[in-house]
């Protein structure tokens, strides 16, 4: 009899339980539909009721996390994660949701070590070119060099044209000084009729924003094969002509830089690019006038501001290159006045107003608009400081021959 009576009373003790256990996983499947149907507020308020009942449901800790980061709330997203996956280490999603989220959030040194193990665990799932590329990149991040050329060799066995990957192990060639390797793995890339002209330009012209002079004795070469290719690739692509203009600017080929500019002009016509339409017809403009041509360079300018009146680079040097023929000042003080009207604090343009005012005998009025150069940059440039000079002395200021003795000094 009294093993019976024990028996029931831990029946009864376990129906509570039972019901808890049962209530809870309605509860679950609520909240689920509520975060599938996008409603985070209400998901969050019911998983945080699950989560507060029963601190071991992997599920709850693991969309509570994804609640938290739809709220923006990344910090307790990775916590209720990094929870999910101690709870149930064997879910391959939890760990990739997790890593990727600490990447995201740019904490490369703790998601490095998953990614590798994901790859390691589960080969099927993540040996292929894009997960092996992205943990190239999380080892990369924390300056794994050697661990991350393995990863991104690795994608390239498999697929030897994937670009992130071939992109990738560039970047640790380069961080290992193996130039060599790295104009390898750059031609592959911009040889790549797969990867978007976007792309090669920006790695393209990351080198000749960045370019040294001994990177350019040394290995000119390969730059000017690599732009060459990318423009024999896509010979209709502004950007890529531009980048051959860069070499022809070093190699002060004044000719191949207005040709290249003659070219540009009825492609910027045709895909309605104005900023490179007026660049190529001010740098025509700027080369004729450097030849002596100042008909050719004058009437370049008139192009420009015929699809741009307001455009300073050219009004610029248009009205500075009039006032030093001592020609149309007038003109050129209309052209100049826009520039400083739209460039108050440019010293170049400042300077150019003032010169010309004082040309025009308005030395008064050209002194503050010199003095506010000095302000922005006018200290560095003997032409700003000798301007100033001559201002200066035709006014009587006895400052004049400071700013002389600073001119002569550059």
């Not at 999380?138 to 066995?157: E, G, M, N, T």
């Amino acid at each position: 009899m009294r093993k019976i009576v024990s028996y029931f009373l831990a029946l009864l003790l376990c129906v509570p339980a039972m019901a808890q256990r049962e209530t809870l996983e309605n509860l679950l499947i609520d909240a689920v539909a509520e975060y599938d149907a996008g409603n985070i507020g209400k998901a969050d308020t019911l998983f945080s009721r699950i989560h507060a009942a029963d601190s071991t449901s992997d599920a709850a800790c693991y969309y509570l996390g994804l609640c938290k980061y739809r709220q923006g709330r990344t910090d307790a997203g990775n916590d209720l994660l990094t929870q999910a996956v101690a709870l149930d280490s064997t879910n391959v999603w939890y760990r990739h949701i997790l890593a990727s989220s600490l990447i995201e959030g740019g904490r490369y040194s703790a998601a490095a070590p998953m990614l590798e193990k994901l790859v390691k665990d589960f080969p099927q799932a993540y040996n292929n070119p894009y997960m092996l590329t992205t943990a190239g990149d999380a080892q990369l991040s924390v300056y794994k060099d050697s661990l991350a050329l393995s990863f991104y060799d690795r994608a390239l066995k498999i697929q030897p044209e994937y670009a992130p990957a071939e992109l990738g192990r560039a970047e640790v060639l380069k961080m290992q000084k193996n130039m060599a390797g790295y104009f390898v793995s750059l031609s592959n890339i911009i040889g790549n009729p797969d990867v978007v002209p976007h792309a090669k330009y920006q790695i393209l012209d990351n080198i000749m924003q960045n370019l040294e002079p001994h990177t350019w004795w040394v290995w000119s070469t390969q730059i000017k094969d690599l732009i060459a290719t990318n423009l024999k690739l896509h010979p209709d692509d502004i950007d890529a002509n531009y980048l051959q203009m860069n070499i022809a600017f070093i190699e002060k080929d004044t000719t191949a830089v207005v040709d290249i500019c003659r070219k540009v002009i009825p492609l910027a016509v045709a895909q309605e690019n104005k900023e490179k339409l007026l660049q190529s017809w001010s740098i025509i403009g700027d080369m004729m006038h450097d030849q002596g041509n100042r008909k050719a360079a004058y009437q370049a300018y008139e192009y420009a501001l015929a699809v741009d009146p307001e455009y300073a680079p050219v009004l610029n040097n248009y009205a500075y290159y009039l006032c030093l023929e001592g020609k149309k000042l007038k003109k050129a003080e209309k052209m100049s006045a826009i520039t400083v009207r739209d460039n108050p604090d440019n010293a170049t343009y400042l300077d150019t107003y003032a010169w010309i005012l004082h040309l025009l005998k308005r030395d008064a009025e050209a002194k503050p608009y010199l003095k506010h150069a000095m302000i922005y940059g006018g200290r560095d440039s003997k032409v700003v400081l000798q301007h100033y000079a001559d201002v200066l002395r035709a006014l009587g200021d006895g400052l004049a021959d400071y700013y002389q003795s600073l001119a002569d000094q550059k």
